[in-house]
């Protein structure tokens, strides 16, 4: 894992500390995970809630989320999803931003979480206090936030996005001559500002999972799969961005895999994410990207810490306590509703645009 470079020492020394003390979810035998799987069911109806899932997370929440008709999705398809279900209580399998925006836009829903310290390196690396002083500071722009950041800091924002519509919404922007202030992931914000050529200053952050992949150990993989396309997520460093045949959000490599004609994919995001893509290309070989130098013990060790803290065993303790509820201060809600309804709505209009086009 590496550490983002360029934000505060407070900042960074929170993300280790975070990276210290996350806990893999408890390993499971074959019988304790069917009897979980079957009691999860049960809770999911006695409770009248629906399982929302990330596809980083693991492969059995994945299949579970399918199985009782919930979602496995991206960032945005989450929100979009818990948004529309008429279920009262959200079950969200990610980490807490996820979870956070669950509950912005349902207010009037109860969203548990397996795991309320599932954190991400973006959001504790882009604290709202120093956040705001970094708007203060540029109130000639427009504020646009990814979606992995706290609902503080998305009260202050002016849009909301996802990896999914981070680029439309800056080419949007661009459109209207306006200048834009981005956080946290510097290289996400990297890839849309030279993608949409719009005006944009950018806030250091990095996800400590995509932040170590490497390009020149890709470079080595790449000469033994010369046949295989490259898929990389946005928040990988440029270089390796670079060297990609598709960018995109999750959900967008997924779709690549399934559409492309290489008998291999090269992937550089979380692992999880093989669970859903072996669905979409079954007859393609998967490699993970590398995130070490050469005699490292793992070729990739590409897994979010936090993700992996959400299991069989903490689901079933939510639903049946009540454990792990996401709460947000309502007046901090209601702000942060407003950049998320915003990028909500872009978004749909966006789709049907696309699908007028097509
Ligand atoms: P997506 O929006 O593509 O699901 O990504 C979320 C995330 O946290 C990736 O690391
Ligand atoms: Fe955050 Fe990275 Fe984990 Fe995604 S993979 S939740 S960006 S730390």
Redesign the pocket.
């Known amino acids: 894992m590496s550490i983002p470079a360029d934000i505060s020492s407070a900042s960074e020394q929170r993300i280790q500390t975070r990276l210290d003390e996350a806990k893999l979810a408890t390993a499971l035998t074959d019988v304790e995970r069917v009897q979980l799987v079957e009691e999860i069911k049960q809770a999911l109806n006695a409770n009248n809630a629906i399982l929302v899932a990330h596809y980083?997370v693991d492969s059995d929440i994945q299949k579970l989320a399918e199985e009782t008709g919930g979602i496995v999705a991206d960032s945005l398809e989450m929100a979009r999803f818990g948004a529309r279900h008429d279920a009262t209580t959200l079950i969200v399998a990610g980490?807490r931003f996820m979870g956070e925006t669950a509950k912005i836009l349902n207010p009037e829903k109860r969203v548990l979480m397996p795991e309320l310290d599932a954190a991400?390196?973006?959001d504790l690396g882009c604290p709202a206090d120093e956040f705001s002083a970094f708007c203060d500071q540029h109130p000639d722009r427009t504020a646009v936030v990814y979606a992995?950041t706290s609902a503080e800091v998305k009260a202050r924002a002016d849009w909301v996005v996802t990896s999914g519509i981070a680029l439309p919404v800056a080419q949007h922007l661009a459109s209207l001559g306006e200048k834009v202030l981005w956080a946290p992931d510097k290289h996400l914000g990297n890839y849309v500002r030279s993608e949409s050529g719009a005006d944009m200053i950018l806030w250091p952050g990095s996800?400590?999972?995509?932040d170590a992949f490497r390009a020149d150990e890709l470079q080595v993989l790449k000469a033994q799969h010369p046949d295989a396309e490259i898929l990389v997520h946005p928040?990988s460093p440029e270089p390796v961005v670079a060297m990609a045949d598709v960018v995109g959000s999750t959900t967008a490599l997924i779709k690549a895999a399934q559409e492309s004609v290489a008998p291999e994919l090269i992937v550089a995001t979380?692992r999880g994410i093989f669970y859903k893509m072996k669905q979409a290309a079954p007859d393609k070989i998967l490699l993970e990207a590398p995130t070490r130098g050469l005699g490292a013990t793992c070729e990739s060790c590409s897994h979010?810490p936090?993700?992996a803290m959400n299991g069989l065993r903490n689901t079933l303790t939510a639903l049946n306590t009540g454990s792990g509820e996401i709460e947000i201060n309502p007046d901090t809600g209601e702000r942060a509703r407003v950049p998320l309804q915003r990028m909500m709505d872009f978004a749909e209009m966006h789709r049907l645009q696309v699908k007028g086009n097509a």
């Open positions: 980083y980490v991400c390196s973006l992995n996800c400590v999972v995509h928040e979380d979010c936090w993700m």
